[in-house]
T-cell receptor, first 117, second 112 residues
Framework: GAVVSQHPSRVICKSGTSVKIECRSL??????MFWYRQFPKKSLMLMAT?????????EQGVEKDKFLINHASLTLSTLTVTSAHPEDSSFYIC?????????????FGQGTRLTVV | GENVEQHPSTLSVQEGDSAVIKCTYS??????FPWYKQELGKRPQLIID?????GEKKDQRIAVTLNKTAKHFSLHITETQPEDSAVYFC???????????FGKGTMLLVSP
C-alpha cells in the first residue's frame, strides 16, 4: 500500500518553543492531508484538514494560530505547534487518502509523540 | 456532520472466542466504512473496509457487516488470538478526499 511518513517520531521541547512536524506522502500525491491528535487511550480527534495550495480548515475548538499548517506541495504538509505548553503534550498523527479508481484507503504516518517540559 | 458511535469501549475474551464490535453512524451520505487496528504507540492500520453497495465482507478471521437502513456496521473476529489484542477503531466517510470520522475505539484484550 501507499506510504505516509511522519517526522519526527518523538520530540521533547521546552515550554514556549515551537515544534514542526512533517508529513510526507512517499509514493502518491495528496492534495488533502489530515492532522489528528490522540490522547492516551482515546480516539483520533481531527484537528484540521490541510489543503495543498490553500488555507487549512480547522475543526471547532482548534486554535489556528497555535497549530500552524502548511501544505506547500502535493507530498508534504507540516504542522507547527507554536509557543508549546505542557498541555500540548500529545500524540499527533497525520493521514492522507490515496484515491484511485479501485481504492480510497487512508494511510497514516507513524505519529509524533510530543512532550513539552 | 458525521457522528460515529462505537461499542463496547473495552472487550475481554478468551483465546479462540469470537469478538464483535459495533458502530453506528448518522450521515446517510456516508458510503465507506473502514476498520483500523492500532497497537500501543503505533499508527492505525487498515484491517478491512466495506462500501455501501456491499452488505458483508470477509477476510480470513475478520468480517464486517453493514446495515445501511439501520446505519450500523460491525466487525467480527473469529478464533481470536493474543496478537489480536489492540485498539480497534471504526470510521465512516464518503469516498474521495473527505476525512474519516472515527468512533471512540474498542480496546480488545485476548487472554491466552
Amino acid at each position: 500500500g501507499a506510504v505516509v511518513s511522519q517526522h519526527p517520531s518523538r520530540v521533547i521541547c521546552k515550554s514556549g518553543t515551537s515544534v514542526k512536524i512533517e508529513c510526507r506522502s512517499l509514493d502518491f500525491q495528496a492534495t488533502t492531508m489530515f492532522w489528528y491528535r490522540q490522547f492516551p487511550k482515546k480516539s483520533l480527534m481531527l484537528m484540521a484538514t490541510s489543503n495543498e495550495g490553500s488555507k487549512a480548515t480547522y475543526e471547532q475548538g482548534v486554535e489556528k494560530d497555535k497549530f500552524l499548517i502548511n501544505h506547500a506541495s502535493l507530498t508534504l504538509s507540516t504542522l507547527t505547534v507554536t509557543s508549546a505548553h505542557p498541555e500540548d503534550s500529545s500524540f499527533y498523527i497525520c493521514s492522507a487518502r490515496e484515491v484511485t479508481a479501485m481504492n480510497t484507503e487512508a494511510f497514516f504516518g507513524q505519529g509524533t509523540r510530543l512532550t513539552v517540559v | 456532520g458525521e457522528n460515529v458511535e462505537q461499542h463496547p469501549s473495552t472487550l475481554s475474551v478468551q483465546e479462540g472466542d469470537s469478538a464483535v464490535i459495533k458502530c453506528t453512524y448518522s450521515d446517510s451520505a456516508s458510503n465507506y466504512f473502514p476498520w483500523y487496528k492500532q497497537e500501543l504507540g503505533k499508527r492505525p492500520q487498515l484491517i478491512i473496509d466495506i462500501r455501501s453497495n456491499v452488505g458483508e465482507k470477509k477476510d480470513q478471521r475478520i468480517a464486517v457487516t453493514l446495515n445501511k437502513t439501520a446505519k450500523h456496521f460491525s466487525l467480527h473476529i473469529t478464533e481470536t488470538q493474543p496478537e489480536d489484542s489492540a485498539v480497534y477503531f471504526c470510521a465512516a466517510s464518503t469516498r474521495g478526499y473527505s476525512t474519516l470520522t472515527f468512533g471512540k475505539g474498542t480496546m480488545l484484550l485476548v487472554s491466552p
